[in-house]
């Protein structure tokens, strides 16, 4: 592989502090290249190899041409907000449902070319020692920046469009996504992934959130419909008082995504729950990776990690509690339950609890298994084949997950998603 | 109906049911009754097509070979098992579940399946017949169900599922009074001419409700006494050692 860097520069000048944070960062992806499994976190996917296995040329996406939007993507019977990524690149935004005014949104492109506004998202262009963030950091060219002012609740969800089409076709699209709310705001975003038919890219992207104090982002991560994209996203989470993150993932339809969540639980009473579930054939190769820090006391977070792995598939949930020696009366739960419908397909569970306080409540489960054959004979004693009753087992034991989502427009979109997506599967 | 003869039964080379027999005409009400570890269980198992035990011997069904008919279609075909532990399945809707299974069965008979409205108005009907609480049917399957609870959901896929021979697996043990009550009821609602049953149980209370035909004593894996229902009263006085010895 041959990345184009020097090209790149010349059509991406900014001011000179980010065009060398570019340079340096890119020369530490150079040094590092894609992540293989000899480093711990990357232990269960080796980025390296997939790549080198299914991209013969990648290269670095240029949005050259002006961009056309397929429309007949965009979700219907659902009221919502938009902001639309094409080929991670801002095309527009709606917020028809809303005050306008309490809502201030741009294009991060736009704000990579000015001093002043660049000055302001500095810091997150920080080295992590992970080659795939010096990269976005060398070759991020767009996304947007989107802040909530305080004491605004959000009337609709907010759907995150992030669509590909043929252009990303064997690129790389490095994108950045900003997204901070007010003190007592509330928003509901659904991050949704949709691309073109048949076409093959790469995206790595950074997603940064600040929850300022007393305020409540709920996020959904649909990403449902099977496709030939592969991705890495790291989505970076600051909480402050008595917020509230939840997220939930449906990770079911690219060949490749490792899920990167960091939360740190800055301050007093806030909290992190994050649910998911994968259901995965044919090769695809899903990993949730979640690093929940207890920064402070008295933060709560939970996670419940549902998958059903088929045919040579192959799953991973990687979930750490960090607690700080300061966060007394810590409340921290995981749990995985995992699925393994076929002997080619294989799922891998590392909890991690690293605790440096005393006075803390923390608790862990993974299990790995197949269907009950007890459940299976009932069902089937009640004239369902041997295939309805699999599949009613394997959707039930899904849905569980589902049915934690409290909204009731956001859960019966993923319902819709999730049965579409089943159907298909031949479990 | 139902026609067994000389049928053996192992499991790990332990032998469970020995030269086992019994004929169950159209219409008939037999009961099985034994003492814990007798083959009541087994027999049901085997008749319902769960796997794991070596089997000698001949099970007619409807004169056709029944151990060669595959689980699912012992189903359609009319036979139904009470389990007498109903398995919980987790995330499975019980009206969902209860609604797949009929819409099976009822594709098999050709008859036209039922869409969410009729099933509705279905289960609405046989469940208030069985004290049933409309919004336990909205829950996951068994989950969390009391013991009499789960009972009831197997008389009510009973009732749904109208088959021509039901066996009950020990289906009083666990209820109340009333309970028992209610599910007596809601068999003896279900005897025709043409369906038959098979009770398993190990006391005779059961029987004081649903009259059978037959009281059938099984001790180690062998009828040893077959009698008319005042049998179960018999074996209530004296006990299964009484009436196996007395013979």
Not at chain 2, 184 to 206: E, P, W
Request: charged share 25%; aromatic share 10%; with cysteine.
């Amino acid at each position: 592989m041959n990345l184009k860097f020097k090209d790149f520069q010349k059509l991406n000048m900014g001011p000179k502090e980010l065009d060398s944070i570019r340079a340096l960062s890119f020369k530490k992806f150079e040094e590092q290249g894609f992540p293989t499994k000899r480093q711990e976190h990357w232990k269960y996917t080796d980025l390296k190899t997939i790549i080198n296995n299914n991209f013969l040329n990648l290269q670095i996406f240029e949005n050259k041409n002006s961009l056309q939007l397929n429309s007949s993507f965009l979700l219907k019977n659902f009221d919502h907000n938009k902001i639309i990524l094409l080929n991670g690149s801002f095309i527009e935004s709606n917020f028809s449902f809303e005050d306008e005014k309490k809502i201030n949104i741009k294009s991060l492109k736009v704000a990579l070319e000015n001093k002043e506004e660049f000055e302001k998202i500095k810091k997150y262009f920080e080295d992590d020692q992970n080659s795939m963030i010096s990269l976005n950091h060398a070759l991020v060219n767009d996304g947007i920046i989107c802040e909530i002012d305080n004491n605004y609740s959000f009337n609709k969800p907010l759907v995150l469009y992030n669509f590909f089409n043929k252009s990303a076709d064997s690129k790389i699209v490095n994108n950045k996504v900003f997204i901070s709310l007010g003190e007592n705001s509330n928003l509901s975003l659904v991050d949704f992934y949709k691309s073109e038919n048949n076409i093959k890219y790469f995206n790595n992207s950074i997603h940064n959130y600040t929850i300022k104090k007393n305020a409540i982002l709920k996020k959904y991560s649909i990403n449902a419909t099977l496709d030939q994209s592969y991705n890495y996203c790291s989505t970076k989470v600051n909480s402050f008082s008595n917020s509230v993150f939840e997220n939930f993932l449906l990770s079911l339809g690219p060949n490749l995504i490792k899920n990167e969540i960091h939360c740190n639980l800055l301050e007093n009473f806030s909290s992190c729950f994050i649910n998911g579930i994968m259901l995965l054939n044919g090769n695809q190769h899903h990993e949730l990776k979640t690093n929940v820090n207890h920064k402070f006391e008295n933060c709560k977070s939970s996670q419940l990690i549902k998958s059903v792995l088929l045919d040579k598939s192959n799953g991973t949930y990687q979930g750490k509690i960090y607690v700080d020696r300061r966060a007394q009366k810590t409340n921290g739960y995981q749990l995985s339950k995992a699925l393994i419908l076929s002997e080619n397909s294989e799922f891998n569970s590392k909890p991690e609890l690293e605790i440096y306080a005393d006075d803390v409540k923390c608790s862990h489960g993974s299990t790995t298994g197949n269907i009950d054959e007890n459940s299976i004979f009932y069902l089937m004693s009640r004239g369902l084949t041997k295939q309805q009753a699999n599949k009613m087992i394997v959707e039930g034991f899904l849905n569980e997950v589902i049915e934690t989502i409290a909204e009731s427009d956001v859960k019966k979109l993923i319902s819709q998603l999730f049965v579409e997506r089943i159907n298909k599967a031949n479990v | 109906m139902l026609d067994i003869s000389n049928l053996s039964a192992s499991i790990e080379d332990k032998k469970i049911l020995k030269n086992f027999n019994l004929k169950i005409r159209n219409g008939e009400v037999h009961a099985i009754m034994g003492p814990n570890g007798s083959g009541k269980s087994t027999l049901a198992n085997i008749l319902s097509g769960r796997k794991g035990y070596k089997i000698e011997g001949k099970v007619l069904y409807e004169g056709k070979d029944l151990l060669n008919i595959p689980i699912e279609e012992r189903a359609q075909k009319g036979i139904f098992l009470a389990f007498q532990y109903p398995t919980e399945i987790p995330g499975v809707n019980t009206n969902n579940f209860l609604k797949t299974s009929l819409n099976a069965v009822r594709k098999f008979r050709d008859l036209k399946e039922l869409d969410s409205l009729d099933f509705l108005k279905l289960v609405k009907e046989k469940s208030k017949n069985l004290k049933i609480e409309e919004k336990i049917l909205s829950r996951q399957l068994n989950v969390g169900f009391s013991g009499g609870e789960k009972k009831k959901n197997e008389i009510l896929q009973m009732t749904i599922l109208e088959p021509k021979l039901a066996i009950l697996d020990e289906t009083d043990s666990g209820l109340d009074i009333d309970a028992l009550r209610i599910v007596s009821d809601g068999v003896n609602a279900l005897r025709n001419k043409n369906r038959s049953f098979l009770i398993i149980t190990h006391y005779q209370r059961l029987l004081d409700y649903i009259k059978p035909d037959f009281v059938h004593v099984l001790v180690n894996g062998k009828i040893v006494k077959t009698g008319s229902s005042d049998l179960a009263q018999e074996l209530e006085k004296d006990g299964y050692e009484g009436v196996a010895t007395a013979r």
